[in-house]
């Protein structure tokens, strides 16, 4: 009878329905934005993978959790209630705010939080010496714009302000460009949001119309205002974090890395290990080899002449060598 | 813009809701059995999550209680004919009002400052909503921009304000106002959800609205107003009075719901907090057909779709994009006709 | 007559049509053939199902059983060559009238200047002079009737329908346009449909008459073989006495008047008991100073008084409580709220009353509906949607709202347009009654033959200033005539 045909046939979606195994994932990778284009975010997910691959029955989930900052306390609560991650990795600065309540509710829950600092015994939190990169970058900027005759002045593009923008990168980078030139001033411009690329291109044409030879753009998706406007003006953007020369040819000139895959992999491959410390917050730079300047890349190497490339590497040895280091301001808590 | 009007028979208004509703539903489902790498776990997701646990409970009736108060002022001011798009801006300044009470008076006032806090919200919102009514009643200006244009430009006002040393936190992160004392907390409910005591507040309010405009010569004028507005102005009605009064209504609404969103939720002001809640309001209006009794179960009924499928995003399935796209189908269908009315 | 040509261009076979919001069937078993090369009226009044058949006829409505039957075989549509000419018909207030006037042709959309081209040659062998860059919304029912069935002759059509073509218009444009109907009808082996209720009309220009009472076809004949006495049973089977018409008491001149306009274009005197019927042509004045009376517009000169009251610059609140109420000639636009309940329309002026404690009661309301239902007798349920009613029993509504409370000063404009012999008569007995009861009446119409019928005093508005007032006794239709356009001893 076609009745009760169909009922079996309802029976049998019904149970597999009910019985469905929650999906055993035990990684869950929240990435507080979107994926695709954000070079950090790719790194991240990527090291954590290869740390999850290198063990048999891990799986890892990513999860977008979109630009509204408001929304990721309630996401990250949603995903820890699930009860399907062992860890939750993630890595923003203010994610370990975020996570506070929802670490207070769910006791059990652990988070690997990369490019932050916290004391919390939930989390196991790895920052970056963003000081030592941003002087880098600075020096850089100095060397530069001191050959181009410009005005003395470095242009900084800041996605928002956040206290390690305002204590550790900014001092940074002005430290390093008036390293080369000592009356040297920084002009720092702030997008609002980490991806409107308009508005980016708007604060850069301004700061290039001011004479200004060379930008660091950290903003997300608005840095690629940041190059074209620096396209429009024949000037030069240096990229902070992630290789950045083949954005645009002979208009990034420089790129440092912050190797957050690498980062993260080790990180992951502690915790799979059981041997990652919870609540003993890292702080790592150049000397420790995740953050670094691309130096020995091609286009970095054609794009810039000797006169220029020389000094600066000597000034990255220093750091890498550990012959030179910065101290990273960190929260008092 | 033609609003979608009770029919002379509910029912068939009520049909034509539902097989809208049930319509975006067979969407979104085949969606998520076409496109999702595991169909039945994310259906699972989609219909059971957003009660599958206290927080989400929590969760869906905080958002559903929000948007009840913003779907009952998307609703005053279309039942009148006046088009409030303005809410997004009202709910935030709200909050904002609501903030700067919280943060400047005294905390010893306790209850009572919750109470102005709330008051605050509701002024702003409120003063917002009039000047467009007053723009209107003066030089017929039309509200669906006014309201529009200024709620744009007062958004970025508050975000402005709120890292500002008035308001601002130091030392975080997040682009978030300080936190306001805790004698000024509404407490919690099925924590850690974002549920909280302001949110019971709202089923009482749709139930004053549902017998105030129903019931009562007052509501009875507003709604002539949005049936044909030159008959209500040839039975006497003041024009100047009632431009202003839908539209500064409908902002109280929006500035209570951004005031109960900072001292329930947050206890702070975070930077787009109430992104969407003006939009989602009029979305929930439009599915209630600006009945006030209908929003309850209307707002319900949108919270429990955005819900799950924020749910099935979280899951990890699809990329967050896609409950955005879930809200535009369910949005789709409802405004459209779908029962052919017979004349 | 070509060989081939069809004799019944249209067949209406057994057609019926309820409509589910109240339940009336509003047409009912109707047959009816259409032949080549004639005119024929539909008569009937309102509510009879004229309307509802001829929109079956044109394909805008499905029969709930029966069928229409083409010669050609096709469904009935515009395409097919069947076109209906409402009495509002349907527009989009932002085109402007050439818009309208193209929009859905067939083929690609002309430009401006080929369709200016096209509407004018159309509208030249009707005699309309229309102002084509006229908004919809500005342009009035006269200019939009006159627009769209232009437009529809730019279609190849074989049935042309109108629905109370002369309406809104004065006799000498409403013979213009029959002529014209009648003209084309001959040339083209073609078949017009005209539904009236002014029976002269149908006996002078149709070759046969249809008549409808209550949704059936009740007979059909030529004007040969009947007369308006024939037709007029046909249509109200029941004795109509002739009314007589009981002259009121005029009121002592030493009682003040209770409105008044002075300084003004039309300034007047208006005393409890009294009917004044002003007329004009249309466009010489009679809409705006409905507006200006009305407290809609304002007064360009002069002053107004209401009950001893300075008016001239008083709200529409203001006036309404000083006892002024209105009829209003748009009636739909601002006479009532369409889509809303019977009872929501009769309402406005007492829902404080109907409200003890602020809450309104819906049985208090009911029972209001019901007891004015009864006064006046009204159609319909308190629920029903005021667009479910005909043209007639919705003035009826509005006019019985207006009357309720026995105003100081009644102002109907146009109050009978688009009205039967049934629902005038009625509404005069109602002015009448209302004018017995003291109320002060101002007609504002452009038919001087209902004022000659229904005042005690008629005044004629020409050029927006008025002529002069006359007591009814001295006025005959002849000098009401040639004191309207203007040709004076």
Known sequence: MRSSRFALVFALLLAGFLTTPVFAATIGVFIPGALQGSPTYELLDAGVRKAAAEVPGITVKTIEGGFNQAQWGEQIAALVASGEYKWIVTSNPAMPEICTPVAQAYPAQRFIILESWSKNASFATLSYNHRELAFLHGALAGLLTQSRKGAAVAGLVAGQEYPDMNNAILPGFREGFQSILPAGKVEFRVVGNWYDAGKGAELAKNLFDQNVSVVLPIAGGAGQGVISAAKQAGKSVLWYDTDGYALEKGIVVGSGVIRQDTASYQLVKKALAGTLEYGKPLVVGVKEGYLDYLTSLPAFVSGLPAAIRTPFEAIVNQFRTGKKTLAMPLPTS | MNLPRAHANPLIGLSSTLLALAVSLLATVVLLVVFGSHPLSALRSFFVGPFSSPLAWGNTLNQSSLLVLTGLAASVAFGAGAFNLGGEGQVYLGGLAALAAALFLPPVWGALGILAALVSGMVAGAGLGAVSGALKARWQADELITTFLLSASVVPVVDSLITSPLFGAAGSFLITSRKIPQEFWLPGLLAPSNLHWGALLTLPLAVVFGVLVNSTPWGYRLRLLGRNRAFAQYTGLSMASYSLLPLGLSGALHGLAGALGVLGTQHALVQGFSSGWGWNGIAVALIARTNPWAVVPAALLFTFLDQASRMVVLQGQFPFQLSALFQAAILFFITAQIVRRRS | ?489
């Open chain 3, 1 to 489: 007559m070509a060989p081939n040509s069809p004799a019944v261009l249209a067949s209406l076979v057994r057609l019926s049509k309820t409509f589910a919001d109240n339940g009336v069937r509003a047409v009912d078993e109707v047959s009816l053939e259409l032949q080549a090369g004639e005119v024929l009226a539909l008569l009937g009044e309102n509510g009879a199902g004229k309307t509802t058949l001829m929109a079956l006829l044109a394909g805008l409505e499905v029969p709930d059983s029966g069928e229409v039957v083409l010669a050609s075989g096709q469904p009935p549509s515009l395409k097919a060559g069947i076109a209906l000419v409402q009495q509002h018909p349907p527009f989009a207030p932002e085109l402007t009238l050439w818009e309208h006037a193209v929009l859905g042709l067939p083929g690609r959309f002309p430009g401006k200047k080929a369709a200016r081209s096209l509407l004018e040659a159309s509208a030249a062998r009707w005699g309309f002079a229309l102002n084509w860059d006229e908004l919809c919304r500005d342009a009035g029912p006269l200019a939009l009737q006159k627009a769209t069935l232009t437009a529809f002759f730019l279609h190849p059509l074989t049935i042309l329908i109108l629905d109370e073509p002369t309406a809104a218009l004065g006799p000498a444009e409403a013979r213009s346009l029959l002529a014209s109907v009648r003209a084309w009808v001959r040339e083209n082996h073609a078949c017009a449909v005209f539904v009236t209720h002014k029976l002269h009309e149908s006996l002078e220009w149709a070759d046969r008459v249809a008549v409808m009472r209550a949704g059936r076809l009740v007979a059909t004949t030529t004007p040969a073989d009947s007369s308006l006495e024939a037709l007029s049973s046909l249509l109200f089977p029941r004795r109509q006495q002739p009314q007589v018409q009981e002259s009121l008491p005029a009121p002592a001149a030493s009682l003040p008047p209770v409105f008044m306009a002075q300084g003004t274009r039309a300034d007047f005197e208006l005393r409890g008991g009294e009917i004044l019927g002003l007329t004009s042509l249309r466009g010489e004045g009679a809409e705006e100073l409905e507006e200006e009376l009305t407290g809609l517009a304002d007064l360009p000169e002069g002053r107004l008084f209401l009950a001893g009251t300075d008016v001239t610059t008083a709200s529409i609140a203001a006036l309404r409580r000083l006892g002024l109420s209105y009829v209003p000639s748009d009636r739909m636009g601002r006479g009532s709220s369409p889509y809303s309940a019977l009872a929501s329309n009769v309402i406005p002026y007492q829902v404080t009353r109907l409200a003890p404690g602020g809450i309104l009661r819906s049985h208090s309301v009911r029972g209001y509906f019901r007891e004015l239902a009864k006064r006046f007798s009204l159609q319909g349920e308190p629920g029903q949607r005021l667009v479910t009613l005909s043209g007639g029993n919705i003035q009826k509504l509005i006019v019985a709202r207006e009357m309720d409370h026995g105003p100081k000063v009644l102002i109907l404009a146009e109050p009978s347009w688009g009205l039967d012999l049934e629902a005038r008569r009625e509404l005069y007995r109602l002015i009448r009654q209302a004018a017995r009861a003291g109320s002060a009446i101002l007609i504002l119409s452009s038919e001087p033959q209902e004022l000659l019928e229904v005042c005690t005093r008629v005044g004629v508005l020409r050029e927006g200033r008025l002529q002069g007032i006359r007591l009814v006794e001295h006025w005959t239709s002849e000098l009401l005539g040639r004191e309207l356009l203007g040709v004076v001893n």
